[in-house]
């Protein structure tokens, strides 16, 4: 099973960038479909990005044109690079990823938390005006 290790959040002015890390382990992550989710305080989990096995990404209408999802596949990683970032997308942003179903379709593309079984530690990202 894969293994997930987010880093790279921090404190960033809006209209800067800021590009956060997920590096799997354990499993090649392009046999999953992977997803970045974000938490503010006191609100629910939200989808920011889909990409699938076929490293197709798709955004939330919140982010789209702003962030982008590279990835390494040498690395094993995938990125979440925050562009023109602002206040609003101050949350934790974790990565989760989880196995495509026996058709190897992936999730919504607009992600669910409860469609993702594994789960990154998440990283913090502060965006000050």
């Known amino acids: 099973q894969v293994q997930l290790v987010e880093s790279g959040g921090g404190s960033v002015q809006a209209g800067g960038s800021l590009n956060l890390s997920c590096v799997a382990s354990?499993?090649?992550?392009?046999?999953?479909?992977i997803a970045w989710f974000r938490q503010a305080p006191e609100k629910e989990r939200e989808g920011v990005a889909a990409?699938?096995?076929?490293?197709?990404?798709t955004y939330a209408d919140s982010v789209k044109g702003r962030f982008t999802v590279p990835k390494d596949n040498a690395k094993n990683a995938l990125y979440l690079q925050l562009n023109s970032p602002k206040p609003v997308d101050t949350a934790m942003y974790y990565c989760a990823a989880v196995s495509p179903n026996i058709y190897g379709r992936c999730p919504s593309n607009s992600p669910r938390a409860a469609d993702y079984n594994y789960w990154g530690q998440g990283t913090q990202v502060t965006v000050s005006s």
């Open positions: 354990g499993a090649d992550h392009r046999y999953y479909c």
């Open positions: 990409i699938n096995t076929w490293g197709t990404a």
